[in-house]
């Protein structure tokens, strides 16, 4: 094997045609998939950052929302007995554009 490429590194004789091509056109095709890749990813990053503007602007929204409030207890019973919170307040906000799973805020009354 290094007898070859001391031969090949020792030879005067240059690349055919064929090879030229050859190497050509694969370093076409590796330019063309770079393209698509890179493409491919502005893409994806477009698309979440549409998301993520909409998922900022229901926040918004939902933080400028008036909820209901009720208070009550909370009592949480399992085999080894309960634990219970009075004067629990609840605050209910839903926000119906974007038809999201409705947000409940829990906050311990003084």
């Keep these: 094997m290094v007898d070859k490429l001391k031969k090949k590194l020792n030879s005067r004789a240059g690349e055919s045609i064929g090879e030229t091509l050859v190497a050509l056109l694969i370093a076409a095709v590796a330019l063309v998939m770079l393209a698509g890749a890179i493409s491919a990813s502005s893409d994806v990053?477009?698309?979440?950052?549409?998301?993520?503007?909409?998922?900022?602007?229901?926040?918004e929204k939902l933080a400028d929302l008036t909820g209901t409030t009720s208070s009550g207890s909370i009592v949480i019973t399992d085999t080894k007995g309960s634990i219970s919170f009075?004067?629990?307040?609840?605050?209910?906000?839903?926000?119906?554009?974007?038809?999201?799973?409705?947000?409940?805020?829990?906050?311990?009354?003084?």
């Excluded at 629990?88 to 038809?99: A, L, M, P, R, W």
């Design 45 to 59: 990053v477009i698309s979440s950052r549409k998301k993520l503007e909409k998922y900022y602007e229901g926040e």
């Design 86 to 110: 009075e004067n629990y307040s609840v605050i209910y906000y839903q926000n119906k554009e974007f038809q999201r799973t409705p947000v409940v805020e829990y906050k311990m009354s003084e």
